[in-house]
């Protein structure tokens, strides 16, 4: 019996993926989101489609079905006469999203130390965050920051829990990045992750729950009229 021959797909590297066709729009919307949620976009900043087109060197459809996706996530709004702006944020609205941040990830910790779960993620991206604090490197200790967080919540293993946090994700993304933007001090920042993970490991359970809570308190004293730009 012979062996069958390999086929053109197997002799590909591996790394050659398919080609994704993606709209413009959704491009132009990825690049709006990510300029909101990585702070460089402040709350309360107009979105001007004339303006936009021309930096992004696109005609105005696309910008404006991109403005209307970012709408619909919650991110944009429409003032009477005035026209679409970045949602700003409110005291109020940071305290009630990170008085639910706390519940979900208080749940997670405790879900975690049940199952047991392996910490190797969460040292990584403690380790990212500690390597960009010393490269002063504040949008790569966001993205390790955001990670940190999100994997806390992808090991508890909740399905419910995982989608409640997701429907969250998109504040609790701009509100990190803003208060961290603010704050400045990287090494501070990438400091608070670690006794977590250390607390996870020695299997404390008041220890763990008592630092991700304070965590999240202390991030959710953040007042966003500080550095909001109200227009």
Request: some cysteine.
């Given at each position: 019996?012979?062996?069958?021959?390999?086929?053109?797909?197997?002799?590909?590297?591996?790394?050659?993926?398919?080609?994704?066709?993606?709209?413009?729009?959704?491009?132009?919307?990825?690049?709006?989101?990510?300029?909101?949620?990585?702070?460089?976009m402040l709350?309360?900043?107009?979105?001007?489609?004339?303006?936009?087109?021309?930096?992004?060197?696109?005609?105005r459809?696309?910008?404006?079905?991109?403005?209307?996706?970012?709408?619909?996530?919650?991110?944009?709004?429409?003032?009477?006469?005035?026209?679409?702006?970045?949602?700003?944020?409110?005291a109020?609205?940071?305290?009630?999203?990170?008085?639910?941040?706390?519940?979900?990830?208080?749940?997670?910790?405790?879900?975690?130390?049940?199952?047991?779960?392996?910490?190797?993620?969460?040292?990584?991206?403690?380790?990212?965050?500690?390597?960009?604090?010393?490269?002063?490197?504040?949008?790569?200790?966001?993205?390790?920051?955001?990670?940190?967080?999100?994997?806390?919540?992808?090991?508890?293993?909740?399905?419910?829990?995982?989608?409640?946090?997701?429907?969250?994700?998109?504040?609790?993304?701009?509100?990190?990045?803003?208060?961290?933007?603010?704050?400045?001090?990287l090494?501070?920042?990438?400091?608070?992750?670690?006794?977590?993970?250390?607390?996870?490991?020695?299997?404390?359970?008041?220890?763990?729950?008592?630092?991700?809570?304070?965590?999240?308190?202390?991030?959710?004293?953040?007042?966003?009229?500080?550095?909001?730009?109200?227009?």
């Amino acid at each position: 019996m012979t062996a069958n021959k390999p086929t053109l797909a197997d002799l590909m590297p591996h790394d050659i993926t398919p080609i994704e066709n993606v709209p413009l729009r959704v491009q132009v919307a990825n690049r709006l989101r990510k300029a909101i949620l990585s702070g460089r976009m402040l709350p309360g900043a107009a979105l001007v489609e004339t303006a936009l087109a021309e930096k992004m060197n696109v005609s105005r459809a696309p910008i404006r079905e991109a403005i209307q996706i970012l709408e619909n996530d919650g991110l944009v709004e429409t003032i009477a006469y005035k026209g679409k702006r970045v949602k700003p944020l409110t005291a109020r609205e940071v305290a009630e999203t990170y008085s639910l941040r706390e519940v979900f990830e208080v749940m997670a910790v405790r879900l975690i130390l049940e199952s047991g779960a392996p910490l190797d993620t969460l040292r990584t991206h403690c380790d990212e965050m500690t390597a960009a604090a010393e490269a002063n490197n504040f949008e790569a200790l966001v993205v390790a920051d955001e990670a940190f967080h999100h994997a806390l919540i992808r090991l508890a293993d909740h399905n419910l829990l995982l989608t409640s946090w997701k429907n969250l994700y998109l504040r609790i993304h701009q509100i990190m990045a803003l208060r961290n933007r603010d704050e400045r001090n990287l090494t501070e920042v990438a400091g608070n992750h670690p006794p977590i993970v250390q607390a996870l490991a020695d299997g404390d359970a008041d220890r763990a729950i008592n630092l991700i809570s304070e965590h999240t308190r202390i991030l959710a004293a953040f007042d966003p009229a500080t550095i909001v730009q109200f227009l």
